[in-house]
């Protein structure tokens, strides 16, 4: 007798990138072999070093991906929400993961253990397309903050975290979620003191405009960022 198809998980999965382009019977494969788990905030969901090998789907809230030298010296690498997953190369290769994966509030997530995956990836050509798509976005994704640190100024660096952690709600460009001067400190790869004058600065000059539980972006703040990154391509390809 055919196994019914788990409802939620299913619905859920439809609506990950990673997964829109499979057949329902696909989708209803992986409904079936995933497990649901829930996380309290400031949860370590893994640490850099730990072997395990599965697939995590984030249903509901955040969390912080990051790594920290051996003085606890942290480095934000990006928040990920809803939709979002991590541990695809787990799946691929045996190496202990390369970072922590922190919640920054409750979180409900979806598993995927790496024997069941690869059954579903023998299966599906398109799903093996789309996790090596996913990892090439995450490589110049990686090449973009690396190159971001080497060549942009502090105040370039705050702009473009700000701008890539905004969105467009009833015409307003804003960060609606919390975003700390500690946050974008580790995010930028500067003091928490730096960031603080660098934010105080983008207000006196019309910038942003900070609010009680949100920062609103201004149009000036997207051109200052075109310019600073348009020169240091330019400088890049002159040398």
């Known amino acids: 007798m055919k196994k019914p198809i788990k409802e939620r998980e299913s619905t859920a ?26 996380y309290p905030k400031n949860t370590f969901i893994l640490s850099s070093g730990d ?18 030298d051996d003085d606890g010296k942290e480095v934000i690498l990006s928040f990920l929400g809803p939709g979002d997953f991590f541990g695809e190369m787990a799946l691929i290769d045996d190496y202990p993961r390369s970072a922590d994966i922190v919640t920054r509030e409750p979180c409900e ?8 995956f690869k059954k579903c990836l023998a299966m599906s050509p398109a799903l093996s397309m789309q996790i090596m798509l996913a990892l090439v976005s995450r490589v110049r994704d990686a090449d973009r903050k690396i190159e971001r640190l ?25 960060i609606n979620r919390k975003l700390s001067r500690q946050d974008i400190a580790k995010l930028v790869g500067a003091s928490r003191e730096m960031v603080t004058r660098v934010m105080r600065d983008l207000v006196d000059g019309g910038y942003i405009r900070t609010e009680p539980k949100r920062i609103v972006l201004h149009h000036k703040l997207e051109v ?15 040398k």
């Open 150 to 174: 080497a060549l942009v100024n502090v105040y370039g660096r705050v702009a473009q975290v700000l701008l890539e952690s905004a969105e467009q709600v009833d015409g307003v460009l804003a």
């Open 13 to 38: 999965l439809r609506s990950v990138p990673l997964f829109s382009t499979l057949s329902a019977d696909l989708i209803g494969l992986l409904a079936n072999v995933v497990t649901t788990r829930q």
């Open 109 to 116: 997530l979806m598993i995927v253990e790496k024997g069941d």
């Open 51 to 68: 072997k395990t090998d599965s697939l995590y789907i984030i249903l509901s809230g955040n969390v912080k991906v990051g790594i920290a």
């Open 224 to 238: 200052y960022a075109r310019e600073i990154g348009h020169a240091h391509t330019h400088a890049g390809k002159a």
